[in-house]
């Protein structure tokens, strides 16, 4: 395989019934940004892309050909999905903070069927250091952590994954601005050691600052796609509101 | 809201075919000249099933599991206290009563679970201990001596309740505060962040669940014509399962009169069918666990069934 | 908030020996060593029964089928036992098929989203009404001897002053206690019961863990019924009925939440002991049983409101 083919492809794919078919390639290294009005089909695509949702037509593609048809299958393909509302879809609120990290990985520091403690705190606290979380205890529930870090966590929890696609829904959203400054560049560093990233962000900015291109929707379709150079915030607008840009 | 949501047409279709299962294997029972009394056994299960609906309505939990040892507790008191032991028959005391005791049941019950915020199936679980052993304690062996007015309206006027229990809930449906329980039951947070007093709504309907109560123990009282201290608590599954039954969702904020009522008709013709074959109790038994798993189940089938374009 | 729960076990605890304590007190003979099996026994039993019921409430469910479950292992057994068939062959057909059973009410309730309390009551109710069908209300067989000696009050395992039931719940709780704590399926019960949106992007299928914990549920209620058949003797198939209402309060008692995704086992055998308890304690006092009833529900609520009471509304915004 080249060394940019393609980790993650979409194949005539059609999220909604109204729209067009489309195609995209995910490579190697590059932060593809997705935009659009809210409900305009960039969310139901990136769900798509993890397997979270079947589309109306079309297939996605593993970096192997394989078509992903579940959640499942395309964790095992390395694709790892980070979804929107931290407080509804993320955190186990009555959990610890370790508890929260290994939620999608507890098998990994189990010898015999038992899991480790230890093993399981080192291994959080990799992601830690790495992620700057700030937490009095990794035993402190959740929900005593800002926002900012109980993203960082979560983050942590779908990078323990090791997954070569990082399918990122507004990761900032109600983070405060230090934290994301401190994510973009976490982002980046990611994408440097070769890893995917596609970023659906609701603010354009974050889109301009972040990305190497981006792929703005509307009304369930690709209404324009612009690289690092054609990007601005008011040829994004302009796509968004489905002026061709 | 429709009149009839999509969740009470299992219901429905169930009522029609057993009604025309009952009708065609006892003609003489189903009668027009037997409806009064027919309707006179089916409704105290049609009222304890509409009794404990207000409750659910309010989701996060909310239920009444002492609906049953209530209806108990205040038919063993009517009879035993106030006919036999105090001598009174009027019915102008004993219906005010019968409420009163409902709706003071009901405020307790309340009280627990949304002031003191214990869980309310153990609320009520509570309470459920508490009334079906005081009733216990208050009379140890079924009584006679219910007055005829009141036996009246489980023969002849047995439509009279119903008619009540009906023009109370429509009047119900008017206050601001059924809505207030129906937005409370659909989203809590969304409704206490719109300003809805949450905790208020849900004691309310706890109060309003022990009124439907009260109506519902004096139907009971009607019915057989005397106290009798192990009947009620039967009536606190059948009733929850007739609201399910019926559509309504125990998490809250899906529901409604017709709801409830179709869900117990649907239990009184079940039994009323499966007693007539003749079938031990045991068959009446595997027949009525297994219709109430298959309609539950068909209820939700078209809510789960994966659509194009969803996960 | 695991603290808190450490704080509520431990309340429960010190709410039992207080129990003891005022019996000990109030009535004559209430800690002589053999009160004290009988309260062991009779805690344990109940221990076996709840606990089911501690793993469903975990997961955010709660099961009505215990009960029947319980009556249903009780009087299949033996009967089974009575018609020759070896015990140890007996015990696992009963659990096989309490194991169906509970897959039942798992599968449909996950599957369909439809509320378990409804459905574990319609699936509680068909068992028994099979059970009932299929011994035509007479239920005959007996308990094998060692089965009886397992729990009965007088018994003793080695050299302790117990019979063997009351180590081998000991182990039990050590072993649940290493299940919900120590292995990813009891992390991932938790995840679920704390947040199923949040598990289901975390890959914790419902449908799995539900059926999975459903049945390990009925087979542990099969297990107290089982067990119940040695204590008694003789096979009955409403045995379980009191264990309805007493699994869920020791289950609450104990400090776990209905709501799901906290508490633990550990509470649950408090709550068990504070049961019993009290039980003992009312009965000594010669209440009738149905005051005991009365007092026991106001009791329980009493306790919850003291240290298990749930979120207001406005702190889950």
């Keep these: 395989m080249p060394p940019d083919a393609p980790l993650l492809q979409a194949h005539g794919l059609k999220i909604a019934a109204r729209a067009a078919a489309f195609d995209d390639a995910i490579r190697p290294g590059e932060i593809a940004g997705l935009a659009g009005l809210e409900g305009h089909g960039q969310e139901e695509?990136?769900?798509?892309?993890?397997?979270?949702?079947?589309?109306?037509?079309?297939?996605?593609?593993?970096?192997?050909?394989?078509?992903?048809?579940?959640?499942?299958?395309?964790?095992?393909?390395?694709?790892?999905?980070?979804?929107?509302?931290?407080?509804?879809?993320?955190?186990?609120?009555?959990?610890?903070?370790?508890?929260?990290?290994?939620?999608?990985?507890?098998?990994?520091?189990?010898?015999?069927?038992?899991?480790?403690?230890?093993?399981?705190?080192?291994?959080?606290?990799?992601?830690?250091?790495?992620?700057?979380?700030?937490?009095?205890?990794?035993?402190?529930?959740?929900?005593a952590l800002s926002g900012g870090n109980q993203q960082k966590v979560l983050l942590a929890r779908v990078l323990a994954l090791?997954?070569?696609?990082?399918?990122?829904?507004?990761?900032?959203?109600?983070?405060?601005?230090?934290?994301?400054?401190?994510?973009?560049?976490?982002?980046?560093?990611?994408a440097a050691e070769g890893m995917a990233l596609v970023v659906l962000s609701t603010e354009i900015e974050e889109i301009l600052r972040l990305c190497h291109r981006v792929v703005v929707f509307r009304d369930g379709g690709v209404q324009a796609r612009l690289d690092r150079a054609e990007m601005s915030v008011e040829r994004v607008i302009a796509a968004m509101f489905g002026r061709v840009a | 809201m429709p009149l009839i949501t999509r969740e009470t047409r299992v219901a429905l279709v169930l009522l029609v075919l057993l009604v025309a299962l009952n009708v065609a294997l006892n003609p003489a029972r189903f009668a027009p000249s037997a409806w009064g009394t027919l309707l006179g056994l089916a409704a105290p299960l049609i009222c304890a099933a509409l009794a404990s609906m207000p409750a659910i309505l309010g989701g996060r939990g909310g239920i009444d599991v002492s609906v049953g040892p209530a209806m108990g507790f205040i038919n063993a008191v009517l009879i035993k206290t106030l006919v036999i032991d105090s001598g009174i028959t009027s019915a102008w005391v004993l219906v005010p009563s019968a409420l009163v005791m409902g709706a003071g049941i009901g405020a307790v019950n309340g009280a627990i679970a949304t002031l003191v915020r214990v869980q309310p199936i153990i609320a009520t679980l509570g309470t459920y201990l508490v009334l079906s052993g005081l009733t216990l304690t208050l009379l140890p062996a079924p009584l006679g001596g219910a007055p005829d007015w009141l036996k009246a309206l489980s023969g002849a006027w047995s439509i009279l309740p119903l008619v009540v229990l009906a023009v109370a809930w429509l009047g119900f449906k008017r206050l601001p505060l059924y809505e207030q329980l129906l937005a409370?039951?659909?989203?809590?947070?969304?409704?206490?962040?719109?300003?809805?007093?949450?905790?208020?709504?849900?004691?309310?309907?706890?109060?309003?669940?022990?009124?439907?109560?009260?109506?519902?123990?004096?139907?009971?009282?009607?019915?057989?014509?005397?106290?009798?201290?192990?009947?009620?608590?039967?009536?606190?599954?059948?009733?929850?399962?007739?609201?399910?039954?019926?559509?309504?969702?125990?998490?809250?904020?899906?529901?409604?009169?017709?709801?409830?009522?179709?869900?117990?008709?649907?239990?009184?013709?079940?039994?009323?069918?499966?007693?007539?074959?003749?079938?031990?109790?045991?068959?009446?038994?595997?027949?009525?666990?297994?219709?109430?798993?298959?309609?539950?189940?068909?209820?939700?089938?078209?809510?789960?069934?994966?659509?194009?374009?969803?996960? | 908030m695991r603290r808190f729960g450490w704080l509520r076990v431990t309340g429960a605890f010190l709410v039992a020996a207080g129990l003891q304590a005022l019996g000990s007190v109030l009535i004559e003979g209430y800690s002589e060593p053999f009160a004290i099996r009988a309260q062991l026994?009779?805690?344990?039993?109940?221990?076996?029964?709840?606990?089911?019921?501690?793993?469903?409430?975990?997961?955010?469910?709660?099961?009505?089928?215990?009960?029947?479950?319980?009556?249903?292992?009780?009087?299949?057994?033996?009967?089974?036992?009575?018609?020759?068939?070896?015990?140890?062959?007996?015990?696992?057909?009963?659990?096989?098929?309490?194991?169906?059973?509970?897959?039942?009410?798992?599968?449909?309730?996950?599957?369909l989203k439809v509320h378990p309390l409804i459905l574990t009551l319609g699936v509680g109710t068909a068992v028994q009404g099979a059970v009932l069908l299929w011994t035509a209300g007479f239920p005959t067989g007996s308990a094998p001897e060692g089965l009886t000696k397992f729990v009965s009050i007088g018994a003793?395992?080695?050299?302790?002053?117990?019979?063997?039931?009351?180590?081998?719940?000991?182990?039990?709780?050590?072993?649940?206690?290493?299940?919900?704590?120590?292995?990813?399926?009891?992390?991932?019960?938790?995840?679920?019961?704390?947040?199923?949106?949040?598990?289901?992007?975390?890959?914790?299928?419902?449908?799995?863990?539900?059926?999975?914990?459903?049945?390990?549920?009925?087979?542990?209620?099969?297990?107290?019924?089982?067990?119940?058949?040695?204590?008694?003797?003789?096979?009955?198939?409403?045995?379980?009925?009191?264990?309805?209402?007493?699994?869920?309060?020791?289950?609450?008692?104990?400090?776990?939440?209905?709501?799901?995704?906290?508490?633990?086992?550990?509470?649950?055998?408090?709550?068990?002991?504070?049961?019993?308890?009290?039980?003992?304690?009312?009965?000594?006092?010669?209440?009738?049983?149905?005051?005991?009833?009365?007092?026991?529900?106001?009791?329980?609520?009493?306790?919850?409101?003291?240290?298990?009471?749930?979120?207001?509304?406005?702190?889950?915004?």
């Design chain 1, 45 to 143: 695509y990136l769900e798509t892309l993890a397997g979270h949702r079947r589309p109306l037509a079309g297939e996605v593609l593993a970096g192997d050909e394989t078509r992903i048809g579940s959640a499942a299958q395309a964790v095992r393909h390395g694709i790892a999905y980070l979804p929107r509302d931290r407080r509804t879809t993320g955190i186990f609120p009555t959990l610890s903070v370790v508890d929260n990290f290994a939620a999608a990985t507890p098998g990994h520091d189990a010898k015999l069927g038992v899991i480790g403690g230890g093993a399981r705190r080192s291994r959080f606290a990799v992601w830690r250091e790495r992620l700057s979380v700030v937490a009095r205890s990794d035993r402190a529930p959740i929900t």
């Design chain 1, 162 to 190: 090791k997954p070569r696609v990082l399918l990122l829904n507004d990761p900032t959203r109600g983070v405060d601005i230090r934290t994301r400054h401190a994510l973009y560049e976490v982002f980046a560093g990611l």
């Design chain 2, 184 to 311: 409370t039951g659909s989203d809590d947070r969304a409704a206490y962040s719109a300003g809805v007093n949450v905790t208020a709504v849900r004691f309310l309907s706890y109060v309003v669940t022990g009124l439907f109560v009260g109506v519902a123990a004096l139907v009971l009282t009607a019915l057989i014509g005397s106290a009798d201290p192990t009947i009620g608590p039967n009536f606190t599954l059948l009733a929850i399962s007739s609201a399910a039954l019926g559509g309504v969702s125990l998490a809250g904020g899906r529901g409604g009169f017709l709801a409830a009522a179709v869900g117990a008709i649907d239990i009184f013709l079940l039994q009323s069918a499966l007693t007539y074959f003749n079938v031990s109790t045991f068959v009446l038994q595997i027949s009525y666990g297994l219709i109430l798993v298959a309609s539950i189940c068909i209820n939700a089938l078209p809510s789960v069934l994966p659509k194009r374009g969803a996960a």
């Design chain 3, 41 to 111: 026994v009779l805690s344990s039993l109940l221990a076996v029964a709840a606990v089911g019921q501690t793993l469903v409430v975990i997961v955010g469910g709660i099961d009505l089928s215990v009960p029947f479950v319980i009556g249903f292992a009780n009087v299949v057994a033996a009967q089974l036992y009575g018609d020759g068939w070896p015990f140890p062959l007996v015990c696992l057909v009963v659990a096989v098929l309490a194991a169906g059973i509970g897959a039942i009410n798992g599968f449909l309730s996950a599957a």
């Design chain 3, 156 to 317: 003793q395992a080695w050299m302790l002053p117990v019979p063997w039931l009351v180590p081998a719940t000991f182990v039990l709780l050590l072993a649940m206690m290493l299940m919900l704590a120590r292995t990813p399926f009891g992390r991932r019960m938790y995840a679920l019961g704390a947040n199923p949106v949040a598990a289901r992007y975390a890959l914790i299928g419902p449908v799995r863990m539900w059926t999975l914990t459903y049945a390990l549920s009925a087979v542990f209620a099969a297990a107290a019924g089982v067990l119940l058949l040695g204590f008694t003797g003789s096979a009955y198939a409403d045995v379980g009925q009191p264990y309805l209402f007493q699994s869920i309060a020791a289950v609450v008692i104990g400090g776990t939440a209905l709501t799901g995704g906290q508490g633990g086992y550990l509470g649950t055998v408090a709550g068990a002991l504070v049961l019993t308890e009290i039980n003992t304690l009312l009965i000594g006092l010669g209440l009738q049983p149905s005051m005991v009833q009365a007092a026991l529900g106001a009791v329980i609520i009493v306790l919850v409101s003291l240290y298990g009471r749930a979120a207001h509304v406005r702190t889950m915004i």
